[in-house]
């Protein structure tokens, strides 16, 4: 037996352990000191009661002997499938069918896994800084990674790869530098994976943060995209689920690749729960989206009030608009982790240092719209008398 080399030689996932380290080294030291956590990457709004409802009706189902479900189709119950087609994608005048959509636990697994659809020589380019899943899961294929370095002099968009990228992650609005891209600048990609013969595999974890209209809340809403386009999507940050886990992949025939997926999800996956499922359908109804819109204009509230409480005390801040990330540049030319000591020690601020999440990230720090806003305030007020 030989085992997997690039998998036992991956680094360790530094940035949120080193994060918790060292925030609990300076509680142990400081026992009385109220620390307030503002890297956060998960959400906290509880979910509508139309949800929750949702699921009670679901697991009631299975302790009767007349409603109780097995396993059920390995890609997802038709109704939600057709929902996510009708919803999410007719609604915008893109055209799919109930086939081309996968329902998963979730976008973690799929955005790894997709990558078994490709041969381990094929190179990957992925933004830097980006969300670590991406170089870990390239990294355990011993794939090539071409890292496209995302810049304040560009505002954070990346450039087209300067050689040829085989597979491209691309992740908009973006975890961690809330950058979004328009129509136009989407498009760009499109043409060049088509001229190219790459895949884009396009991660929309926060498409429901978006606000403004030039801003594509699909790739396929560029026209050729099925072709050379993968969508990966969760309701984990649009419908706060992310302990519920349920999520979407859209493999479109025109890729070529729909059969395969199919095959390989049939194998590999057994299905995400019937409960999880009757949840993420309750997310259409009127009561669901009622309640969600509720919990998303609290986070964007809180964006909004992080990012101008920041810039009035004179940071440089980037992201925060359609999207739950402000990307903060770091003062005095501090490092990130400089950075994230000196709001720690000074003010008993947490935040989520750039540099965790590429070389490129050096020198700037994300802070979270999910974070508990009253915390917020006090961290503002705390920043201010500094
Ligand atoms: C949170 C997040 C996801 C969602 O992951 P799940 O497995 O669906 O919870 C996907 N992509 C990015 C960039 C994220 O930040």
């Keep these: 037996m030989q085992i997997n080399t690039h998998l036992q030689q991956l680094p360790g996932n530094y940035l949120f352990t080193e994060i918790a380290n060292r925030t609990q080294a300076y509680q142990a030291a400081h026992p009385s000191a109220r620390i307030l956590r503002l890297g956060i990457g998960d959400v906290n709004r509880p979910l509508p009661a139309a949800i929750?409802?949702?699921?009670?009706?679901?697991?009631?189902?299975?302790?009767?002997?007349?409603?109780f479900r097995g396993y059920g189709p390995?890609?997802?119950?038709?109704?939600?499938?057709q929902a996510i087609v009708d919803y999410d994608y007719t609604s915008r005048g893109i055209h799919l069918s109930p086939e081309e959509v996968f329902i998963s636990d979730g976008a973690g697994s799929d955005l790894g896994n997709l990558s078994e659809l490709f041969d381990t020589a094929n190179s990957v380019a992925i933004l830097d800084p980006s969300y670590p899943a991406y170089v870990d899961t390239s990294r355990m294929a011993g794939r090539e990674i071409i890292f496209l370095p995302c810049v304040a002099e560009h505002n954070f968009r990346p450039e087209l790869p300067a050689r040829k990228a085989d597979i491209i992650y691309l992740c908009f609005p973006n975890n961690p530098?809330?950058?979004?891209l328009t129509r136009k600048e989407l498009a760009a990609w499109v043409d060049y994976a088509r001229a190219n013969h790459s895949i884009i595999l396009f991660d929309a974890a926060y498409e429901a943060f978006i606000e403004d209209p030039d801003v594509p809340h699909s790739i396929y809403e560029i026209d050729g995209a099925q072709e050379v386009a993968i969508?990966?999507?969760?309701?984990?940050?649009?419908?706060?689920?992310t302990a519920v886990r349920c999520g979407y992949t859209v493999v479109p025939k025109a890729t070529g690749l729909q059969a395969m997926w199919r095959r390989r999800q049939c194998t590999k996956f057994n299905g995400a729960s019937y409960i999880s499922q009757r949840a993420a359908l309750a997310t259409y109804t009127a009561?669901?989206?009622?309640?969600?819109?509720?919990?998303?204009n609290y986070y964007k509230q809180t964006a909004r009030l992080l990012m101008d409480g920041l810039q009035d005390l004179g940071y440089r801040v980037y992201g925060g608009k359609n999207a739950p990330y402000i990307w903060c540049e770091t003062s005095n030319k501090m490092d990130s982790w400089q950075f994230f000591d000196f709001l720690l020690n000074s003010c008993q601020v947490v935040c989520a240092p750039g540099v965790g999440f590429g070389e490129a990230g050096q020198g700037f720090v994300?802070?979270?719209?999910?974070?508990?806003?009253?915390?917020?305030?006090?961290?503002?007020?705390?920043?201010?008398s500094l």
């Design 52 to 67: 929750s409802d949702a699921m009670h009706r679901a697991v009631d189902e299975l302790t009767r002997v007349e409603t």
């Design 74 to 81: 390995e890609n997802g119950y038709d109704w939600l499938r």
């Design 177 to 180: 530098t809330g950058t979004v």
């Design 231 to 241: 969508e990966i999507r969760s309701y984990s940050k649009s419908a706060g689920f």
């Design 287 to 296: 009561e669901g989206k009622a309640g969600l819109s509720a919990n998303l």
């Design 366 to 384: 994300r802070f979270s719209a999910f974070s508990n806003r009253d915390d917020c305030h006090e961290a503002l007020r705390r920043l201010q």
